[in-house]
């Protein structure tokens, strides 16, 4: 009797544990809405805001990531621009870490990520249920962190690591 008690507090402790990590990653995810009103959230530089991202990609219809071209290293501070097809710009940004999820309505966007003065763009139309992934790498002297060496609990994207 006392060793299921002692698995169920076990797994409690284990639950109370994972949620502080969430919670504590997500004080570092930068989270907000455009101008338009498009919800918003950007970071991922460590596990437990990779963490914390992958649960709430599902409500975003665009997912991007930036990332060092030679190393897969990802990126900070990459300015982000997206207009829309009326050329009204919705999002313009510096990331606060590698990933952009942000929930647009249907339509078509053109998506530009800066770095360094180069500049790299792609199209994409969100279709009702849609789930856009763009993807910009950089020449960039990036190293990859030591704990990106450990297996990512989840990446925004659904891989191990992007």
């Given at each position: ?11 409690a402790?284990q639950c109370?544990?994972g ?9 570092a995810?930068q989270?907000?809405?455009?101008a ?9 530089v ?8 992958h ?5 975003f219809s ?5 990332a060092a ?9 990459v300015?982000?621009?997206?207009t829309d097809a009326?050329?009204?710009v919705v999002f ?16 078509r966007?053109?998506?530009?990520a ?5 500049t790299q ?7 009702p249920g849609?789930?856009h992934?763009a ?14 060496d450990?297996p990512t ?6 891989g191990?690591?992007?």
């Amino acid at each position: 009797m006392k060793k299921p008690l002692r698995r169920i507090a076990m797994g409690a402790i284990q639950c109370f544990v994972g949620t502080l990590c969430l919670v504590a990653g997500a004080q570092a995810v930068q989270e907000g809405k455009t101008a338009q009103g498009y919800a918003y959230v950007s970071g991922g530089v460590s596990q437990a805001e990779q963490a914390y991202l992958h649960a709430r990609r599902e409500s975003f219809s665009l997912w991007a990531v930036t990332a060092a071209k030679k190393t897969g290293a990802y990126l900070v501070d990459v300015r982000v621009k997206i207009t829309d097809a009326q050329l009204r710009v919705v999002f313009d940004a510096p990331l606060d870490g590698p990933w952009l999820l942000i929930d647009l309505p249907l339509g078509r966007y053109d998506i530009q990520a800066s770095l360094g003065g180069e500049t790299q763009r792609t199209v994409t139309t969100i279709h009702p249920g849609d789930h856009h992934q763009a993807f910009f790498y950089f020449p960039a002297d990036a190293e990859v962190s030591p704990e990106r060496d450990q297996p990512t609990p989840g990446s925004p994207y659904g891989g191990k690591k992007p």
